[in-house]
């Protein structure tokens, strides 16, 4: 008959084969974390490429494509190598069908790349097809934080979501600022855009602070490069305090191009250092895991001699110092579960934050026939409008789904 100890040691091998799945997944988040870096350029070379009307800067995004195609392989190998059984995967169903999303879309990736050489995009259509295609493998990021059982993991895993998110708004602003500048054009709606992408960014970054371990927020500060940081706000300056229907200057292009790519490497760094965190936190956690496995082990087999030479009359024949051993790791096991409980809960709040914001988007999106991007500023300017919480609009809007038309133009 199964003892207490027993399944205590069976929830140490399940916590352990947890641990090594989200070892797993976090090999994968830094195979995407490369992945999308190396496609942020390829779309800012692109729109560098189409501003030139295709007389420059060939070169440089042949040499880039083919740094994506091998980036793109690693990623599906890894894709391949996941355990698709949904039964032992939490959150199974939502992180596959993303992984099935990233890989329609990456099938398209030869289509988008051969309008690009002919020029058959303008710089604004090729920014949005890249971004779909990050954007999707950021969802795959998210749903691997959602998966996460282990408080410190999944506080791991949002920080580096977030970080991420605000350097693919930045990657953004690069590609949307090369198209401003080559273009030598800005309207009142593209100013409101950017400034949209400049607080997008501030929001994510303010996230990551908030999840992120002490010694990654240090390399966050010491990777920030003020020359740089007051090159960027000069070129900024430059595109807001233009009028209506004003003048960009084409030979700004080149300079604000490098200005965010030396931002942005900057923060591939620091992205490099939150995956190194987190592999070497999966480490310490199975680890851990086994060495308490290993104890409980020992001591259940020492139980188990005990009891056989017991005679069978005997109903226990423990000795008090093994008894009280066993009494204390089953007091210390409902301890630290109801701290781990209590720890993910809080971590929680923000995912479930997040889907939330996803869902009200997605209803704007079907019922007003708005953008992604349109749907979540019309969210954020409602928010700042009546000076309330982003979430608490997004539930608002969720609570009204019922009363909106149908088909709301």
């Known amino acids: 008959m199964n003892s207490g100890l027993n399944f205590l040691v069976a929830a140490r091998q399940c916590e352990i084969g947890e641990l090594e799945q989200l070892a797993r997944t976090g090999e994968l988040v830094g195979v995407i974390s490369r992945f999308t870096h190396e496609l942020q350029r390829e779309r800012g070379i692109s729109n560098l490429f189409l501003g030139a009307q295709g007389k420059r800067f060939g070169k440089q995004l042949a040499s880039q494509v083919a740094e994506c195609r091998q980036l793109e392989r690693d990623v599906r190998q890894h894709f391949a190598r996941l355990d698709t059984d949904a ?73 580096m979501f977030n970080f991420m998110q605000g350097k693919e708004f930045a990657g953004q602003e690069r590609a949307f600022g090369v198209a401003i500048f080559a273009s030598g054009y800005i309207d009142t709606t593209r100013q409101h855009h950017w400034r949209h992408l400049v607080e997008s960014q501030e929001a994510c970054f303010q996230v990551f602070s908030d999840f992120a371990d002490a010694a990654i927020r240090a390399d966050v500060q010491a990777s920030q490069d003020i020359a740089v940081l007051n090159e960027l706000e000069r070129l900024r300056r430059a595109g807001f305090s233009i009028g209506s229907g004003g003048r960009t200057d084409p030979g700004m292009t080149q ?98 934050e997040r889907k939330t914001i996803e869902r009200a988007k997605g209803l704007l999106m079907a019922h007003r026939q708005l953008s992604e991007q349109d749907a979540y500023k019309m969210l954020r300017r409602t928010a700042m409008n009546q000076k309330r919480r982003l979430i608490d609009v997004a539930e608002a809007v969720l609570a009204m789904s019922d009363m909106l038309p149908r088909n709301a133009l």
């Not at 920014?127 to 408080?151: C, H, K, M, N, Q």
């Not at 030479?309 to 579960?337: D, F, K």
Request: charged share 25%; hydrophobic share 45%.
């Open 255 to 352: 300079a604000w191009y490098d200005c965010c790519t030396r931002r942005i490497d900057a923060m591939k760094a620091v992205e490099d250092s939150i995956v190194l965190h987190l592999r070497q936190l999966c480490e310490r956690k199975i680890a851990q895991a086994r060495t308490e496995l290993r104890d409980h082990q020992t001591i259940l087999d020492a139980l188990t001699r005990q009891a056989s030479a017991a005679p069978a009359s005997t109903t226990a024949a423990y000795g008090p110092n093994l008894e009280r051993s066993v009494v204390g790791m089953l007091q210390e096991q409902s301890r630290r579960l109801q701290v781990m409980s209590d720890e993910l809960d809080t971590v929680r709040t923000a995912l479930n």
């Open 87 to 159: 039964i032992r995967v939490r959150n199974g169903a939502r992180l596959f069908s993303r992984i099935a999303v990233v890989l329609h879309a990456l099938d398209g990736l030869a289509g988008l790349r051969h309008r690009i050489a002919t020029q058959a995009l303008t710089p604004g259509d090729s920014t949005e097809a890249f971004s779909r295609l990050i954007s999707g493998l950021l969802a795959v990021v998210f749903e691997a934080a959602d998966s996460a059982s282990d408080p410190a993991i999944t506080r791991a895993l949002v920080a």
